[in-house]
Every structure is written in structure tokens, then in C-alpha cells.
């Protein structure tokens, strides 16, 4: 697999399509926490079988922080930030997964996720291997200024933090997670979106 000349998401969408095939294939016959196990061997084949796997130390990358489901590193030149990101927030069904980062990459495009391939964290958990560009912050946005971004967005507030829109809900959109750009723009660099039930 070259992943030079492939496009930003073709990845996501490949492991993305995985995923929904694993849970199609295994349909009304598993439990639904049954969905992750199988999804995840499905993943780990994908990765050893197109060379997938990731080495921090030949990214050349620093620690930088840990949060509920991420370690993340960022590169020697400080452009980008890398996450591995341990599938915790996904529930029992990695599709949700793919559907917040397809989702991010629609909403917050200036500073989209791109999937490099997979890895094992300091825990030893399995991980996608996300890259996201490194933000010159000013500051955190203030919790006025996502409530207007959002809503130029077309979500509603539910609360401080969450927002919905008809298809939609972003939550945790809180001002560490979103910062404000030396350029001025808002930078939403790790929300959770999920789809409305």
C-alpha cells in the first residue's frame, strides 16, 4: 500500500469499511460488546497484512500528554501532533470511531484528522495512529465564542458544552479542546461527536 500517493482519508475508509463489515458479518449472532473483539482482530489483520504498523521512534516525536483515550506525541518540527488513540470512546462498536473523525474532518476542517496507520500504546492498547497539524494558539477559545461558531455551524446548545444539529451531537467542546489560532480562526482539536439516536 502506498500511502504517498493516497488520498487524506482513504485509510479511515478502508479500516472504516472493516469495522462495518466485521459488524454486518456478525449481525444478530454476537452481543453487541462481542462487536469491538471482532473488529479489532479484523483491524490488527488489515495492518499486518498491508504493513500498517507504526513506530513512534521513527516518527521522530516527543510525548506530550495523555488523556482518556489518547497518548499524544508531537513531531521534532512542531507542525503536527500525533495521537494514538486507544478506541475507549467508541463503546463496545469501533464504528462509532470512524464516525466522529469522518465527522470532525466535515466540521472542522482546518484541522482535520488523517489515519497514518495502527500501534500499541504505552499500555499496550491497541491504536489508531491519527496526525492532526499543530495549532499556534493565541489562547483557549472562550465558551462565547463556541457557542457562536457552533451555531454558524447550525447546532443548537444543549448545554455549555454540547450541541446538536439534526443528524449530529458534539460534546466536550470545552475550551481546552478548542483553541483560538494566532490567525484568529477557532481550532476544534478534540471534541467527541456522536450520531443522534
Not at 11 to 17: D, V
Not at 43 to 55: D, E, M, V, Y
Not at 109 to 129: D, K, L, R, T
Request: net charge negative; glycine share 6%.
Amino acid at each position: 500500500m502506498d500511502r504517498t500517493h493516497s488520498s487524506i482519508n482513504s485509510l479511515l475508509e478502508q479500516a472504516a469499511h472493516i469495522v462495518r463489515s466485521q459488524k454486518e458479518a456478525a449481525g444478530e449472532t454476537e452481543p453487541t460488546e462481542g462487536y469491538k473483539r471482532g473488529q479489532t482482530e479484523e483491524l490488527i489483520k488489515f495492518a499486518n497484512a498491508n504493513g500498517l504498523w507504526i513506530s513512534l521512534p521513527n516518527l521522530n516525536v516527543e510525548f506530550l500528554n495523555k488523556g482518556g483515550e489518547n497518548e499524544v506525541y508531537t513531531g521534532d518540527k512542531d507542525d503536527i501532533v500525533v495521537k494514538l488513540n486507544n478506541f475507549e470512546y467508541a463503546g463496545d462498536d469501533l464504528e462509532n470511531f470512524f464516525i466522529r473523525i469522518a465527522a470532525h474532518n466535515k466540521f472542522f476542517g482546518n484541522v482535520p484528522y488523517q489515519m497514518i496507520g495502527f500501534a500499541y500504546n504505552s499500555q499496550q492498547e491497541f491504536c489508531a495512529v491519527l496526525v492532526q497539524p499543530y495549532i499556534l494558539a493565541e489562547r483557549e477559545a472562550t465558551e462565547d465564542e463556541i457557542a457562536t461558531y457552533m451555531q454558524a455551524l447550525g447546532f443548537e446548545m444543549d448545554y455549555y458544552d454540547e450541541y446538536h444539529n439534526s443528524d449530529y451531537e458534539v460534546f466536550d467542546a470545552v475550551p481546552n479542546n478548542v483553541l483560538y489560532g494566532i490567525d484568529g480562526d477557532l481550532y476544534f482539536i478534540d471534541t467527541q461527536i456522536r450520531l443522534r439516536s
